[in-house]
C-alpha cells in the first residue's frame, strides 16, 4: 500500500514503487528489503558502467529469468 507521504515524494521523479522489491541473484536466490535494494543497485551499476545494456534486459525478462527462478 503506498502512502500519500511516499507517493508525493516518489511523485517528484514520476516513479511511485509498488510493493516490496525483491532481487534475484544470479543463483536464483531471492533477497528482500535493505541487501536486495544494494545488490540490485550494484548490479545494475556494474551492468551500465560495462556497457552490458543486454544483461539489465536479460534479468527483467519473464521467460529467461523470472520464470526459470521463480517457477523452478
Not at 508525493?8 to 534475484?24: H, M, T
Not at 550494484?42 to 529467461?64: K, M, N, P, T
Amino acid at each position: 500500500m503506498i502512502t500519500k507521504a511516499q507517493r508525493e515524494k516518489a511523485i517528484e521523479n514520476d516513479y511511485v514503487p509498488l510493493g516490496i522489491l525483491r532481487f534475484i541473484t544470479s543463483n536464483c536466490g531471492i533477497e528482500y528489503g535493505e541487501k536486495a535494494e544494494s545488490d540490485a543497485v550494484r548490479a545494475i551499476e556494474d551492468a551500465l558502467w560495462h556497457f552490458r545494456f543486454g544483461e539489465i534486459v536479460d534479468a527483467h525478462a519473464a521467460q529467461d529469468r523470472y520464470l526459470t527462478c521463480v517457477c523452478s
